[in-house]
Each structure stands twice: as structure tokens, then as C-alpha cells.
């Protein structure tokens, strides 16, 4: 038997953790006797979308079903998607329509010259992440804010590894850290989207799934981001909490880079601080040359 088309297979796992985020009250129907599952039962979600039992079952199990676009309009619907959720959906069922193409070439991402003189240029913290999330770029300011990423090894240069490394983080303790978890995670789901079967995003979900349960259970939830915004505090024992508002901005390439830039509100106190921190680190860099 061969092996599910890997696209139906990521389609498959998405419809379930959907259908396990709904329960029967959520959309009008009465929750009956004893329930095996905390969510809606295959057949209610069949039922609503206006679908057989065993046609959604095989999509969730990723076997061979070529859903058209009203079939996903109506799981959309009955899932309660959101417009992100809605283009996820989407992606991953039209490219299972399509054979997979021969492997493609994985080569070395990089980041252009131009890019760079950019970073050097901002005076806020910026960096550059991969389509895997992998740390490519960044400025001063970003070392002052972030630590030097230079002490670590490039295979590690990873915000997911990075965020999930028992033996260097202390982030778990703030109230926000879950939170950017599953925005990277988000990501990184949506980059598994594009191409399931990439070597390195293979590699960096294989290795924390095994080795992290709570990596284990935020990736089950099967949320997508695009791209991503938000604020977060850094405690920096030098400066005192720095509250800084983060976004995300594609760079050119399909799939490509994104630039992650630092910003605080200008006059703040964070603001303030923030230029301190990056003076105290223009000091130590100086005195260690």
C-alpha cells in the first residue's frame, strides 16, 4: 500500500484538529449520551458540511479524495474557519489534487546584500528568519536585545529550537511565552504547507517532538499563521522590562525570508530603555575588541 499523498496526509490532520476544537453546542446540536471524544464525532461534522460519514473519514485520513472547492466551502463552514484557516484549508487540498512533483532542490537560503545594509542601518532590533524559521540575520541591536546568536552552532540558529531549549531559556516563566510559541508554530505550519516533505522542516519537528511534550501538544492544535504581529516584554537585569511591539515583513521570494523588526513606542519609557540597553552593549563590544 503506498504512502498517503503527503499534502492529504497534512489536510487530513488539520480537518481532525478542527473537528476536535468544536463541540456540539458550538453549532446547535445536542450532545447526547456518553461521547468517546471531546469534540464533534465524524458523522456530526459529515452531517453539517452536507458530506457521507465515510467521504469525510477518507479526507481525514488522508486517503485518496480530491475534494472540489463547494465540498471545502461547506467544511469551512461547518468548522467555523476563519479567513486564515479558510486559505490554509484551501492550500493544502488543492496541491493534494495535484501529483506530487519530482523532489525539488533544497538549497541554502539566503539573504541579499542589500538586506543587510538594511539591518545594519535600522536602529531598532531586526532579524531575518527562513521559511523554517531559522535565525539568517541580524543587527546590533537585535544582539543587544537577544544575546549574540554567533556563540551557537547554524544548525541551531532556530527561534523553535531556540524557544524549546530547556537548557538556556528561562522565557517560560513569562505569562506570554505560550503565546509566541504558537506563533512560531503557526508559522512554521504554514511553511510545512507549502512544501510537507522539506528536509529541515522535517528535521525540526521530528527532533522536538520527541523530545518535548509540550511541543508535542501545541503543534496538535494545527494552527496557522501568515505572518504574525504582537507585543512582548524582555526582562533585561541591566535596563529593567523593555514592552516592545513585534511584526513580521515578507522578503522577496515565494516562499522567502522574513525580516522581524522590534519596535517601541517613540518617547516611551521603553523607548528609553531600550536605547540604554543598546549604549551598554556598544560599551562592552568596544572594551572587548
Given at each position: 500500500?503506498?504512502?498517503?499523498?503527503?499534502?492529504?496526509?497534512?489536510?487530513?490532520?488539520?480537518?481532525?484538529?478542527?473537528?476536535?476544537?468544536?463541540?456540539?453546542?458550538?453549532?446547535?446540536?445536542?450532545?447526547?449520551?456518553?461521547?468517546?471524544?471531546?469534540?464533534?464525532?465524524?458523522?456530526?461534522?459529515?452531517?453539517?458540511?452536507?458530506?457521507?460519514?465515510?467521504?469525510?473519514?477518507?479526507?481525514?485520513?488522508?486517503?485518496?479524495?480530491?475534494?472540489?472547492?463547494?465540498?471545502?466551502?461547506?467544511?469551512?463552514?461547518?468548522?467555523?474557519?476563519?479567513?486564515?484557516?479558510?486559505?490554509?484549508?484551501?492550500?493544502?487540498?488543492?496541491?493534494?489534487?495535484?501529483?506530487?512533483?519530482?523532489?525539488?532542490?533544497?538549497?541554502?537560503?539566503?539573504?541579499?546584500?542589500?538586506?543587510?545594509?538594511?539591518?545594519?542601518?535600522?536602529?531598532?532590533?531586526?532579524?531575518?528568519?527562513?521559511?523554517?524559521?531559522?535565525?539568517?540575520?541580524?543587527?546590533?541591536?537585535?544582539?543587544?536585545?537577544?544575546?549574540?546568536?554567533?556563540?551557537?552552532?547554524?544548525?541551531?540558529?532556530?527561534?523553535?529550537?531556540?524557544?524549546?531549549?530547556?537548557?538556556?531559556?528561562?522565557?517560560?516563566?513569562?505569562?506570554?511565552?505560550?503565546?509566541?510559541?504558537?506563533?512560531?508554530?503557526?508559522?512554521?505550519?504554514?511553511?510545512?504547507?507549502?512544501?510537507?516533505?522539506?528536509?529541515?522542516?522535517?528535521a525540526i519537528v521530528g527532533e522536538l517532538s520527541i523530545?518535548?511534550?509540550e511541543f508535542r501538544r501545541l503543534w496538535a492544535r494545527?494552527?496557522?499563521?501568515?505572518?504574525?504581529?504582537?507585543?512582548?516584554?524582555?526582562?533585561?537585569?541591566?535596563?529593567?522590562?523593555?514592552?516592545?511591539?513585534?511584526?513580521?515583513?515578507?522578503?522577496?521570494?515565494?516562499?522567502?525570508?522574513?525580516?522581524?523588526?522590534?519596535?517601541?513606542?517613540?518617547?516611551?519609557?521603553?523607548?528609553?530603555?531600550?536605547?540604554?540597553?543598546?549604549?551598554?552593549?556598544?560599551?562592552?563590544?568596544?572594551?572587548?575588541?
Amino acid at each position: 500500500m503506498s504512502s498517503p499523498h503527503p499534502y492529504a496526509r497534512e489536510l487530513g490532520d488539520f480537518l481532525r484538529a478542527r473537528r476536535s476544537r468544536l463541540r456540539p453546542h458550538d453549532v446547535g446540536l445536542e450532545p447526547g449520551g456518553r461521547r468517546k471524544v471531546t469534540g464533534l464525532r465524524r458523522e456530526e461534522l459529515a452531517l453539517l458540511a452536507g458530506l457521507s460519514t465515510d467521504y469525510y473519514q477518507r479526507m481525514e485520513q488522508g486517503r485518496e479524495v480530491r475534494p472540489s472547492d463547494d465540498v471545502l466551502e461547506a467544511l469551512a463552514g461547518a468548522l467555523a474557519l476563519d479567513d486564515e484557516e479558510r486559505r490554509h484549508l484551501f492550500t493544502l487540498a488543492h496541491a493534494a489534487r495535484r501529483p506530487m512533483p519530482a523532489r525539488p532542490e533544497h538549497g541554502p537560503e539566503r539573504v541579499p546584500d542589500s538586506t543587510r545594509r538594511l539591518l545594519r542601518v535600522m536602529d531598532t532590533p531586526a532579524v531575518v528568519l527562513g521559511r523554517h524559521l531559522d535565525l539568517l540575520a541580524w543587527n546590533t541591536m537585535a544582539e543587544a536585545l537577544l544575546g549574540d546568536p554567533a556563540g551557537h552552532p547554524a544548525d541551531r540558529l532556530n527561534m523553535l529550537l531556540l524557544m524549546f531549549d530547556d537548557t538556556r531559556t528561562g522565557d517560560r516563566t513569562c505569562p506570554d511565552w505560550e503565546r509566541q510559541a504558537l506563533d512560531y508554530i503557526g508559522m512554521m505550519r504554514a511553511a510545512v504547507a507549502a512544501d510537507p516533505t522539506h528536509p529541515r522542516a522535517t528535521a525540526i519537528v521530528g527532533e522536538l517532538s520527541i523530545r518535548s511534550a509540550e511541543f508535542r501538544r501545541l503543534w496538535a492544535r494545527h494552527d496557522v499563521r501568515e505572518s504574525v504581529s504582537g507585543t512582548k516584554t524582555f526582562s533585561i537585569p541591566e535596563v529593567g522590562d523593555i514592552a516592545l511591539d513585534w511584526d513580521t515583513y515578507p522578503l522577496p521570494g515565494n516562499p522567502g525570508p522574513v525580516m522581524l523588526i522590534f519596535t517601541a513606542e517613540p518617547g516611551s519609557a521603553d523607548a528609553d530603555r531600550l536605547q540604554l540597553l543598546a549604549s551598554l552593549h556598544a560599551t562592552r563590544s568596544a572594551h572587548s575588541r
